[in-house]
């Protein structure tokens, strides 16, 4: 559902309905078919689940750098991020150097980003979070990510999404 909105004279699509995909587990995602999403849609799902600003978007890729306090922490983020993208059967390009990881997120079969990217980069976020706040002396100290509640929280940001289009719907006025 698209909604044409205006505020502080910008004019805006907002697609809040029609960007959904709720997740039961890491494992559903190669069983569904992906279309390709416009930079609008790829702005609005990172803005619905609040991914850090450093996400760049271009026409065909997500991208971003994490810098970590060493070798291991870094490590560490590649070897949970990797364990996630295995079961999604979704595969970042990558690249670590002294604790800089740099990552690159893109759909090979539709030649640009989907829910897919999105995702990953979602859960990629969120580990890196985990492992800066808990910096350790083995990569092997971090490896507890619970990934029941990462699911829950993509999921409840769809919420919040919905709550936020009843506010528009009473608060905006619309073309």
């Given at each position: 559902m698209y909604r044409n909105l205006t505020s502080n004279n910008t004019r805006t699509t907002a697609n809040l309905l029609g960007l959904k995909y709720l997740l039961k587990d890491f494992s559903d995602v190669p069983t569904k078919k992906f279309t390709k999403l416009s930079a609008d849609e790829v702005n609005q799902i990172l803005s619905i689940h609040e991914l850090n600003s450093n996400w760049t978007f271009n026409v065909s890729s997500l991208g971003r750098k994490y810098q970590f306090q060493n070798f291991q922490d870094s490590f560490s983020f590649m070897a949970q991020v990797s364990q996630i993208a295995e079961e999604m059967k979704h595969y970042p390009k990558w690249y670590n150097k002294n604790g800089l990881v740099t990552i690159d997120l893109t759909t090979n079969e539709v030649k640009g980003v989907t829910f897919k990217d999105v995702l990953l980069a979602y859960t990629s976020d969120h580990i890196s979070q985990i492992i800066q706040q808990n910096h350790s002396?083995?990569?092997?100290?971090?490896?507890?990510?619970?990934?029941?509640?990462?699911?829950?929280?993509?999921?409840?940001?769809?919420?919040k999404g919905q709550e936020l289009n009843q506010v528009i719907d009473k608060s905006v006025n619309f073309l």
């Amino acid at each position: 559902m698209y909604r044409n909105l205006t505020s502080n004279n910008t004019r805006t699509t907002a697609n809040l309905l029609g960007l959904k995909y709720l997740l039961k587990d890491f494992s559903d995602v190669p069983t569904k078919k992906f279309t390709k999403l416009s930079a609008d849609e790829v702005n609005q799902i990172l803005s619905i689940h609040e991914l850090n600003s450093n996400w760049t978007f271009n026409v065909s890729s997500l991208g971003r750098k994490y810098q970590f306090q060493n070798f291991q922490d870094s490590f560490s983020f590649m070897a949970q991020v990797s364990q996630i993208a295995e079961e999604m059967k979704h595969y970042p390009k990558w690249y670590n150097k002294n604790g800089l990881v740099t990552i690159d997120l893109t759909t090979n079969e539709v030649k640009g980003v989907t829910f897919k990217d999105v995702l990953l980069a979602y859960t990629s976020d969120h580990i890196s979070q985990i492992i800066q706040q808990n910096h350790s002396n083995s990569i092997f100290d971090n490896c507890n990510i619970h990934v029941e509640n990462l699911i829950q929280q993509w999921n409840h940001n769809y919420q919040k999404g919905q709550e936020l289009n009843q506010v528009i719907d009473k608060s905006v006025n619309f073309l």
